[in-house]
């Protein structure tokens, strides 16, 4: 793989369909934007990432599948997303009630509430991490 093995890893949502297409769409240029719960971070004892870190996307498989580096990362309320930021997560959305609906949906699923031991409360006020980064180079390919 190379050089890029020191690298911090990144799990888009979970493995599966949902984790196959975000990587997809960071291949294919249409993802530039990530958002993250700040509680997962709180939660995890992990710091939110900085601008120009970079980061190793895993695949399903746990493979690293291409590197991405951020360059804008801020903690918003989820009211504050804006539709050009829905749109840049580059999952169809046709604008933030769309990115808003699939977000409070997948930070209230199973998979979050088991990790954090609660069902979260998600609303205007729930911060989270929104990302903006670029590729910077595929690992695997």
């Known amino acids: 793989m190379g050089h890029d093995d020191d690298l911090p ?3 888009l949502a979970f493995p599966g369909p949902e984790r196959d297409r975000g990587v997809a769409a960071i291949l294919s240029g249409e993802k530039t934007a990530l958002t993250g719960l700040l509680e997962i971070y709180e939660h995890a004892g992990e710091e939110v990432p900085a601008a120009g870190r970079r980061f190793s996307v895993l695949d399903s498989d746990g493979r690293a599948a291409v590197t991405i580096e951020l360059v804008e990362v801020r903690v918003v309320p989820m009211k504050e997303i804006d539709d050009d930021f829905a749109r840049a997560e580059g999952r169809g959305y046709s604008g933030v009630d769309q990115w808003r609906a699939a ?3 997948f930070f209230r699923g199973e998979g979050v509430s ?8 998600v609303g205007d006020d729930t911060l989270v991490v929104a990302q903006r980064f670029r590729v910077v180079g595929p690992d695997a390919l």
């Open 9 to 11: 890893t990144l799990e």
């Open 103 to 105: 977000h409070e949906e």
């Open 114 to 121: 088991e990790f954090l031991g609660h069902t979260a409360v």
